[in-house]
């Protein structure tokens, strides 16, 4: 099997996982990984997680042509501004996931770093997680806002609407996509009860031991 072919298989895998558990439904979410001549496969416009054919997933080249398969999703500004703003970057996935968009609707929600420090994973696979504001599905100014960014973050949530995660692979990605998910809901589980955080200083010796992006 070709590197093509199997990246193509393992998009739709990756991404029925994610639906079958649901982290996303109907005909929500979108997802792109990058191909080693420079081009990408992503997921078309109106397609199930549940249903994606790796047939049918649009194909650009590395000067972003579509070149084959179905017309891609309209949320294409926010892969290619991930693309553009950070050269690791091998796949994105972004989702409608309900304990993040939940999360980005409530006004004490800290928009440079939306998730708490509450494991030790959420920490080494997201860094920190900025809350961008709503904007129209498709507006290429959520494009914008990402390379605004300056690729100091790898995770991001849009309000009202859902995460958007870059990964150096389509693993890499669906996995910090599912920890995002499950670290904004045990936020909301434990809002209101005081929980006890890693402190600045183990949050400080993950950063370090596992080379986390954590700006300040």
């Not at 996303?24 to 997921?43: C, F, K, Q």
């Not at 042509?65 to 703003?85: C, Q, R, V």
């Not at 409608?96 to 998730?115: F, G, K, R, W, Y």
């Amino acid at each position: 099997m070709s590197v093509e072919a199997r990246l193509r298989e393992d998009i739709c895998i990756l991404a029925k996982s994610m639906f079958d558990r649901g982290l996303t439904g109907g005909a929500s979410g979108n997802i792109s990984a990058r191909l080693p001549d420079g081009g990408l496969l992503v997921s078309p416009t109106g397609s199930s997680f549940g249903r994606l054919d790796p047939a049918r997933l649009a194909h650009f080249d590395a000067e972003m042509n579509l070149i084959g398969g179905d017309k891609p999703t309209k949320e294409m500004p926010l892969h290619a501004a991930f693309y553009e703003t950070r050269s690791q970057t091998g796949a994105v996935v972004h989702l409608h996931s309900c304990h993040s968009v939940a999360l980005s609707v409530l006004p004490e929600t800290d928009p440079d770093n939306m998730l708490p420090p509450i494991t030790a994973y959420g920490v080494m696979r997201l860094g920190k997680v900025a809350l961008l504001p709503y904007f129209m599905p498709g507006d290429p100014a959520m494009g914008e806002a990402i390379r605004g960014l300056v690729g100091k973050r790898s995770a991001v949530v849009l309000a009202h609407h859902g995460p958007v995660v870059a990964g150096k692979d389509i693993e890499a990605a669906c996995y910090a996509m599912e920890e995002l998910e499950e670290t904004a809901k045990l936020t909301l589980m434990t809002r209101g009860m005081r929980p006890n955080l890693l402190d600045e200083a183990q949050v400080a010796g993950l950063v370090r031991a596992f080379d986390v992006e954590w700006d300040t």
